[in-house]
């Protein structure tokens, strides 16, 4: 049986003028349209589509790829606005994806990117979308998450103390401003790490390890990035934070700690600028060799 909202590989049953019919087994036969016939198809033949209802509201099949499926959760532009019903947003294919008022959190513009998740509304049977992301989300007990762990989130809104997130598709979670160093917007993807979960479930997140099992691992990194560099490296405590986010995907304090233990250790030298690594053999995190 094909599932409306996700790709489904159907056998081909017939042609016809408006298209080819596909067999959807529990839901009938199924169009997909001459614009997306391949070439020399015959009955029989299986092909790879995705099912949606079109602008009557009738099934049809699409070779063309949405950028979010039923279960997906993804970021998308408000194209217009309907006084009775609410927006539509643009999600790759040709008849609008709805949201509905009633799954709207706030007003939106047209234009504004807005982070939803797409559902399948059990009485219509159409594939629509909701900014209350973890109301059609499945069940997923937090069990097995734990503190410093690396997880995903999208960024989903912003609150006063800092950003709601949604962790790997459905925990909600939330971001603290103090632990920022740079800024972020609403519906972009990070990696991260839980900071602690709360008893009712709830993530609180960062985007560092915090104290020194973030420092340990990321002196390793700086060391191994000096040897594949011929022990030299233009970056230090001086460097932008935004420089040091894009190399070592941290915080500048971050950085400047691992700097240094790796200083005390004597496993390397400041240049102005850059660092430069010091041979230091029986170095090894969170080591600091005995004064000779």
């Avoid at 509905?100 to 159409?126: I, M, N, S």
């Avoid at 069990?143 to 790997?168: C, D």
Wanted: glycine share 10%.
């Amino acid at each position: 049986m094909a599932i409306i909202g996700k790709r489904n590989t159907l056998s081909v049953i017939r042609d016809s003028t408006p298209g080819i019919y596909l067999d959807g087994g529990e839901l009938g036969e199924i169009l997909l349209p001459n614009r997306y016939v391949p070439q020399d198809v015959a009955a029989g033949d299986r092909l790879d589509v995705f099912i949606y209802r079109d602008s009557e509201d009738r099934l049809v099949a699409t070779t063309d790829q949405p950028h979010a499926g039923v279960g997906d959760v993804a970021t998308l532009k408000v194209l217009s606005l309907h006084p009775r019903v609410g927006a539509f947003l643009d999600w790759g294919l040709p008849k609008d994806l709805l949201l509905p008022f009633r799954e709207q959190t706030g007003p939106v513009v047209v234009g504004q990117e807005v982070a939803v998740r797409v559902y399948l509304d059990e009485k219509t049977q159409r594939v629509v979308a909701s900014m209350k992301l973890g109301k059609h989300a499945p069940a997923v007990p937090t069990v097995g998450l734990r503190a410093g762990q690396a997880v995903s989130f999208l960024i989903t809104e912003p609150t006063p103390l800092g950003y709601k997130a949604l962790v790997e598709g459905v925990h909600s979670g939330i971001l603290f401003r103090d632990s920022l160093t740079l800024p972020v917007t609403v519906g972009e993807t990070l990696r991260g790490f839980v900071r602690s979960v709360r008893p009712d479930g709830k993530l609180d997140l960062s985007l560092d390890q915090a104290g020194y099992r973030r420092v340990k691992p990321l002196a390793q990194q700086i060391v191994e990035a000096l040897q594949e560099n011929g022990g030299r490296l233009e970056y230090d405590d001086e460097s932008s934070p935004e420089a040091i986010r894009v190399i070592f995907g941290v915080s500048k304090k971050a950085f400047k700690q691992a700097l240094g233990t790796l200083y005390k250790a004597r496993r390397l030298r400041f240049c102005h600028p850059g660092i430069e690594l010091l041979d230091n053999s029986n170095w090894a995190p969170g080591v600091t060799p005995p004064t000779a």
